[in-house]
């Protein structure tokens, strides 16, 4: 008999690694809506107890994130229509000081405008207030795609910031995916409070 190997999609072990860690009731935050995807499944898995602050640079992609989750029936989501740069700022007029989960899809809107792309300065920007207010044994995703113009600059600038994290409070794990092609999932977990 021959022997099939699935490879488990990037955004399934993205999801996985949330999954692991969020909880009803938890506050995460979605930094790239695109789709709707993530912010989907995170509010399902907060539940109704719980709060998804979602980020998209896109009116469009909101309103269209907004049009999946409406079947959901979950009242969890507060939208940004805005620039991820933002996250520290609208995480202080929200009054929330930790988050359980950051998700970050990068890249462009599937079907959308593919010149509106994230973008080196504001991603990392957007990853150091999430790792800020990451709370301890939190967990942040970043899928990141290497195929577009500016894609590779883009992960190789996250990675070379990630490294640099002090390996006392924060664990990364890279997956390269099985292609040089592949997008790459870039993990980090907070394992203790560097506040402290
Ligand atoms: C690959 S898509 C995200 C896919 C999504 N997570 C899903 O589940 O369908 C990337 C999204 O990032 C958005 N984006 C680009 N730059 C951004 C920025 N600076 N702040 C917030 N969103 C941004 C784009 O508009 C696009 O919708």
């Known amino acids: 008999m021959q022997k099939v190997e699935i490879m488990p999609q990037l955004t399934d072990l993205a999801h996985a690694a949330v999954s692991k860690v969020v909880h009803k009731g938890d506050v995460v935050v ?9 912010t989907t499944f995170l509010s399902e898995l907060v539940g109704t107890e719980g709060r998804v ?31 991820h740069a933002h996250l520290a700022e609208v995480l202080q007029e929200e009054g929330i000081s930790e988050v359980k989960a950051v998700m970050f899809n990068l890249g462009y809107l599937p079907g959308g405008d593919h010149e509106i792309v994230t973008r080196i300065d504001s991603t990392l920007k957007a990853i150091h207030a999430g790792l800020q207010a990451l709370i301890v044994n939190g967990v942040m995703t970043i899928l990141a795609y290497i195929g577009h113009p500016g894609g590779l600059d883009e992960a190789e600038a996250i990675e070379t910031f990630l490294n640099k994290l002090n ?25 203790a409070d560097e506040r402290r």
């Open 30 to 38: 979605d930094a790239t809506v695109g789709n709707g995807h993530d």
């Open 53 to 83: 602050l979602a980020f998209d640079i896109q009116s469009v992609a909101i309103k269209q994130a907004l049009e999946r989750l409406r079947n959901s029936g979950h009242q969890n989501v507060t939208w940004f229509a805005m620039d």
């Open 167 to 191: 390996p006392e409070f924060y664990e990364t794990q890279f997956d390269y995916g099985n292609s040089p092609k592949s997008p790459r999932l870039l993990i980090v977990k907070k394992t």
